[in-house]
């Protein structure tokens, strides 16, 4: 039993699944803190009501950032010619995410230093950028790792990204980058309808259904991307060892549109992931209007990690194809840690994991309640 | 742009230049707000452990004050650590390749263990004092300050196999450097010693802020129960801080490998190797094209003493280090051969039993790709070249040594003299809170220096006797690099200047106001407009 959970590949089945995890766990809490910062401009307007809803988000935006930080680490040490990779390819769109996200810690601690309107200003639409820009380039990254990146590896496996800035800036992957920032609009106002009350959390649930409502929307039209095959598809054509050495310069790829639907077809449970993808932004919709917020919220995390495993079990087995030399494309059998390195990282998630739920969650249970005018009035200096 | 024809090509020679000046930049600065964040982290939570067993409110104030001040400096340690973490792959794919299988680890396992546990509890440092009785908010307060440290252990362990890479072996089948044993990794003497090291710097780095902004408040007759109370421990804390970053210094860990004692001969401008115990140069200028120092003042035995923890061990010399570096060259060029071979037939046993005996040596190969193309080409000439390059730029090395060294003494005695005065009866004299002001700069000229120590006396090496740093970049070009560079360097400009004036808007207002800090009185024509009314 330990030989075959302990397996290369299962190691490399159960990495590809937190790497998942992770990219959902990072969208789920920190996206609803990056659409929170989309919406400030709209849903709140005097300086007040942005500091409702900064504070809805102040004590708590920190350590959810770290799902961001900690996807970066866990790739670089699970699947180190991902991060290799991905990170020098999509070089300036890497550059521009983090800019944004460098505004973010300053903005929220910056902004209430001082009572110049001006400066506050300035800092909201830093928290805008910090918000918008990373939620629009991580959907435009996965429309790209799904039609296939230009790259190829030398013999030495040196990843060589053989496309521009503006290649990735194409209308399909701009549609996914779409889908990306509606899905985490609807997160940031199910989070306000929850957390903020007044007029901030009455805008969120006037924007909150229309969000959700465009993203189901989206997400069902990059179905249909996929069915005509606009939206790319691979197929490893060689047989496929799960427990070969990393080097991906050994198989054999096809590009094949319409492949990203062969797993479903394989599986026809698996319909169930994108099913959801529709059904859940739409119920969040519905507790929207029903005034369920947390039921709402509940839905719209669902949401978020169902359209997200959707493009992963898609993909699956890949991580990031190649369209320029499809046989050099990354897949989870071949571009993973060693066995040691990947049975160790295990064992750390396996313990720290819990442990960081179980405190993440008390802290969330300390802060309960609603975030009003009021309550940051009475807070004075300990609020943003 | 990348030469395909052989393993390992090149690149553009400015490039890599580039690539390093940003990681210096990027992680320079990173390092200006990240040993404050260490030591003010801790001593907050001794001056909140106080409150709660004494409940006296002073040191609740104290607490809370400090606390303030924590705060804008941990926002920009947090902006400037998010580039940190994934530069590794925008800058440095083909050392993320080479050794993500090893370095990688420690990065996640940081960010499992200590930046969770930071950044999950700082926002309730700052928001949770109504929402938690004085127990659980000290909990939350030591938590965060342990997150910091768990951040600095495993950092360290990172870049201290990049020093020593213990633990891990070449694959000829993946064409990188792969885990062989994880608790070598964890336990390498040279990032221990580094831990140790760093974070006693950090620490003194926040004694000498507190000891400095108390300093500034005694002299001007203000809060001075508050600044008292922070001076005594700041001055306590200091010196057992700064007791422990130069006796625990890391050069403990400098016996260990050719080029931790080729940094260590470079520091010294040890040309030749000197009988055990060897005398440590107190000043003199180094040159590379001599093989001398010139004007040299040593002190006996000292050297020794530093290096070797003892004095009948040898410290060898630059010259006899490289004389070693053309023997390893020579048995890596074997290597290479090998590892030419088994590309071409992996089954080749007798090319896998050569590549497996001397594969330790592959790294040094690899230095002659800056000269030639293919090193089993090489020339004796070129080989000489080679191995003179694992030589460090000796003056910059033996300078910038002696500067750390020299703060962290004058740190040291600033330290002393103020705790003996503060145990005195009488008052203290006003000549000694000028001293702490003074004193404020010193930990970032130390600890700034200290990181250019350790890693520019890496080179060659990305990583030590594996991979040289020219080899390690991404394949970008150069404008790519320029635009980022200036990127970053406007970016974290305007955030220094805004941080710096924060800060001292901070300190002048004192802890009273601890929110709001500047004086921008309501009423002015500014602040009409942010009554609730105003901006529908």
């Given amino acids: 039993m330990i030989d075959f959970l302990f397996s290369y590949e299962t190691l490399r089945f159960i990495w590809w699944g937190l790497l998942g995890t992770l990219l959902v766990g990072f969208a789920v809490m920190d996206g609803f803190d990056m659409g929170v910062g989309a919406l400030l401009p709209f849903v709140a307007r005097t300086d007040i009501e942005r500091r409702v809803a900064i504070n809805t988000i102040g004590p708590v935006w920190e350590g959810n950032q770290v799902w961001f930080i900690l996807g970066g680490g866990a790739i670089f040490a699970a699947w180190p010619a991902l991060y290799a990779l991905s990170f020098s390819g999509f070089y300036l769109a890497m550059f521009l995410v983090l800019f944004a996200l460098i505004l973010r810690p300053v903005g929220f601690k910056y902004r209430s230093k001082r009572a110049s309107r001006t400066w506050r200003t300035r800092w909201d639409w830093a928290l805008f950028v910090g918000g918008a820009v990373p939620a629009l380039i991580f959907g435009v990254a996965v429309g790209n790792a799904l039609q296939g990146v230009p790259f190829h590896l030398t013999p030495d496996l040196r990843p060589i990204y053989d496309g521009s800035f503006f290649g990735l800036l194409n209308p399909v992957a701009l549609y996914c980058g779409l889908v990306s920032l509606a899905m985490l609009v609807m997160h940031g106002a199910a989070w306000l309808a929850f957390k903020a009350d007044g007029t901030v959390g009455a805008r969120a649930r006037t924007i909150g259904p229309k969000a959700a409502i465009v993203s189901a929307v989206l997400f069902a039209g990059g179905g249909l991307l996929v069915w005509t095959g606009l939206l790319g598809g691979y197929r490893v054509t060689s047989p496929i060892v799960w427990d070969g050495p990393s080097n991906p310069l050994r198989k054999s790829v096809v590009a094949d549109g319409g492949a990203w639907l062969a797993n479903f077809q394989a599986h026809p449970v698996l319909w169930l992931v994108p099913a959801l993808g529709i059904l859940a932004p739409l119920s969040a919709a519905a507790g929207f209007r029903a005034g369920r917020e947390g039921l709402t919220f509940l839905a719209s995390k669902l949401a978020v990690a169902m359209i997200i495993t959707t493009a992963g079990i898609a993909m699956f087995p890949f991580l990031l194809p190649s369209s320029t030399a499809p046989d050099h494309s990354l897949a989870a059998f071949d571009a993973s840690s060693s066995r040691a390195t990947l049975r160790t990282m295990l064992l750390a998630v396996g313990i720290f994991l819990p442990i960081i739920l179980a405190y993440t969650a008390w802290v969330y249970r300390v802060l309960w309640g609603k975030v009003s005018e009021k309550s940051i009035e009475q807070a004075g200096h300990s609020a943003y | 742009m990348a030469n395909e024809k052989g393993l390992f090509a090149m690149f553009d020679p400015l490039l890599v230049d580039l690539s390093r000046l940003q990681f210096a930049l990027t992680a320079l600065y990173h390092f200006l707000f990240v040993p404050l964040t260490l030591g003010l982290s801790v001593m907050i939570a001794m001056m909140e452990t106080v409150y709660v067993m004494t409940r006296r409110t002073i040191w609740r104030d104290m607490t809370k004050f400090w606390g303030v001040l924590f705060g804008i400096n941990f926002a920009l340690g947090v902006a400037t650590g998010i580039t940190m973490e994934f530069q590794f792959g925008m800058n440095w794919a083909y050392y993320s390749h080479y050794v993500g299988d090893v370095f990688g680890a420690p990065l996640a396992i940081e960010g499992l263990m200590a930046f969770f546990l930071e950044a999950t509890f700082v926002g309730l440092f700052f928001f949770g004092w109504e929402r938690l009785s004085a127990r659980a908010h000290l909990a939350v307060t030591w938590l965060t300050a342990l997150g910091t440290n768990f951040s600095a252990l495993w950092i360290l362990i990172a870049n201290g196999w990049m020093q020593n ?119 003199g200028l180094p040159s590379l094209t001599n093989h001398d120092t010139a004007y040299g003042i040593h002190i006996p035995w000292m050297m020794g003493l530093i290096g070797t923890r003892s004095i009948d061990k040898q410290i060898p010399g630059i010259d006899q280090l490289v004389d070693k570096a053309k023997g390893r060259i020579r048995s890596g060029i074997v290597a290479y051969d090998a590892l030419e071979t088994l590309k071409q037939n992996g089954t080749d046993a007798d090319a896998r039993s050569a590549f497996t005996r001397h594969s330790g040596d592959l790294g040094y190969a690899l230095l ?169």
Avoid at chain 2, 379 to 407: K, T
Avoid at chain 2, 423 to 442: C, S
Avoid at chain 2, 509 to 518: C, L, T
Wanted: net charge negative; with cysteine.
């Fill in chain 2, 165 to 283: 890479p213990v633990g891990s072996t070449f694959n000829p089948d993946t064409m990188r450097m792969e885990v062989t044993d994880f608790m070598a990794v964890l336990f390498n003497p040279v990032a221990q010693a580094k831990f140790v090291h760093t974070v006693s710097a950090g620490y003194v780095c926040g004694a000498t802020f507190v000891l400095a902004v108390s300093g500034w408040y005694l002299l001007r007759h203000r809060h001075v129960a508050l600044a008292k109370r922070s001076f005594v421990i700041a001055a306590a804390f200091g010196l057992a801080s700064s007791l422990s970053v130069i006796v625990l210094g890391d050069e403990s860990g400098y016996a260990l490998t050719d080029n931790q004692k080729m940094k260590l001969a470079a520091i010294e401008a040890m040309w030749e190797t000197e009988d055990a115990p060897a005398s440590f140069t107190l000043f």
């Fill in chain 2, 368 to 536: 002659l790709k800056r000269y030639l193309e293919d090193p089993r080409q090489a020339n004796d000439q070129q080989i000489d070249q080679a191995a003179w390059s694992v030589v460090p730029g000796v003056a910059p090395l033996f300078f910038s040594f002696r500067i750390m060294v020299l703060c962290a003494i004058v740190l040291l005695a600033v330290f002393a003299i103020s705790l003996w005065h503060t145990m005195r009866e009488e008052e203290a004299p006003r000549w000694l809170f000028r001293m702490a002001v003074l004193a404020a700069p010193l930990p970032w000229i130390a600890i700034e220096l200290g990181w250019f120590v350790a890693e520019f006396g890496r080179q060659p090496w990305i990583i030590e006797g594996v991979l040289p740093t020219f080899l390690a970049t991404s394949a970008l070009g150069v404008p790519d690099l320029l635009l980022t560079i200036a990127g970053f360097t406007l970016v974290y400009s305007v955030l220094a200047v805004i941080e710096v004036k924060l800060m001292l808007a901070a300190i002048r207002k004192g802890p009273e106001v601890a929110g709001v800090i500047e004086g921008w009185h309501p009423g002015t024509a500014e602040d009409v407009a942010l009554s609730p009314q105003a901006g529908e």
